[in-house]
């Protein structure tokens, strides 16, 4: 059973999304992250107890919402930190310890701990939770590295973030002045970092030739210019994706499955005449598979990014 049989079961979007965060792949490399990887279910019987614990959420989530859906909760990665808080305050195994703790000295604020728990095994955990979406733009020339891989809005890099976790914020635990709070270590600290990473015109070569610090088989998604894509496009169906849908696929019913002509004629509109920013998109086919209750079902084709035209001169250079 591969990471996507185990979350395209739930219908519900946040438990789908909390499901996502816990079974997609590691974006860094268990050997190579440069240190230890987080891993909510490290046995194959605490995975079944969680999925089954999933199903029941799914069921009924209004516990879940009444956490996630909050008006303060507007960047993903507040939400993304929402949804492992409420999984390991309630789900069947860890123990929440405390989340998101401030450390401070001599008024300053040197940075905050995201979660600290306790597994099933009695270990004292620390996990730093990162979820990521970069385009990468090497130019095909030398090895590429973590910084080739850029933030859609060119104010984060891949490499930037990825020394930040390890030369600070996994350190913050060890600190004396975090004893000090008065949680009893050692904590063991760990990486927790999912996403997805997308490659000019899906190009597989680009995706294969990667750094040794990214895992083998993180998700991959495609990025093109507005004019590629206009160009590319053809009868492709598409929908515009919001900054709190970028985690798990979605599937549509058959009535959502309708609109999609007319969202993709929004979209061409929109990329045509007042494209500014990059917008992720997912392109949807029908799946031969129905559902009995809803009738025909589309799901997800691939993912990607349109981007300005003038967009990759700019990245080049943001990644040095």
């Known amino acids: ?5 185990e979350i395209t079961p739930f219908h519900d ?6 499901a996502w965060l816990l079974f997609s792949p590691h974006l860094l490399s268990t050997s190579r992250a440069g240190a230890p990887l987080a891993h909510p279910d490290a046995s194959e019987s605490e995975r079944e107890t969680t999925l089954a614990w999933l199903a029941a959420l799914d069921r009924d989530p209004a516990a879940l919402h009444a956490q996630v859906h909050k008006p303060s909760l507007t960047r993903l990665g507040f939400y993304a930190e929402a949804l492992l808080e409420y999984f390991l305050t ?10 998101n703790i401030p450390l401070r000295t001599a ?5 905050e701990v995201d979660f600290l ?16 979406f970069y385009l990468h733009v090497g130019e095909g020339e030398g090895a590429d590295t973590l910084a080739h891989y850029v933030g859609p809005n060119l104010q984060d890099r891949f490499d930037l973030k990825h020394a930040r976790l390890l030369n600070h914020q996994l350190g913050l635990s060890a600190r004396d002045e975090f004893a000090s709070l008065g949680f009893d270590g050692p904590w063991r600290a760990e990486l927790f970092v999912k996403g997805r990473l997308f490659y000019r015109d899906g190009d597989p070569g680009l995706a294969l030739n990667t750094p040794p610090e990214l895992a083998g088989d993180h998700l991959r998604g495609w990025w093109k210019t507005a004019s590629e894509w206009q160009d590319s496009k053809a009868g492709g169906l598409f929908a515009s994706l919001p900054r709190l849908g970028w985690m798990a696929e979605r599937t549509l019913s058959a009535q959502e499955g309708e609109a999609l002509v007319e969202q993709t004629g929004v979209l061409s509109e929109r990329v045509a005449s007042t494209l500014s920013s990059p917008i992720m998109v997912a392109r949807y086919e029908r799946s031969e598979r129905s559902d009995s209750a809803t009738g025909d079902v589309w799901r997800e084709h691939s993912r990607g990014f349109i981007v300005p035209d003038e967009w990759p001169e700019r990245a080049v250079d943001f990644a040095g």
């Open 1 to 5: 059973m591969t990471a996507a049989d």
């Open 13 to 18: 979007p946040a438990v789908r999304d909390l």
């Open 90 to 99: 309630y789900g069947p195994h860890a123990r929440l310890i405390a989340a």
């Open 107 to 111: 008024g300053l604020t040197l940075g």
């Open 117 to 132: 728990l306790e597994n099933v095994r009695g270990e004292r955990l620390h996990w730093e939770l990162a979820v990521k």
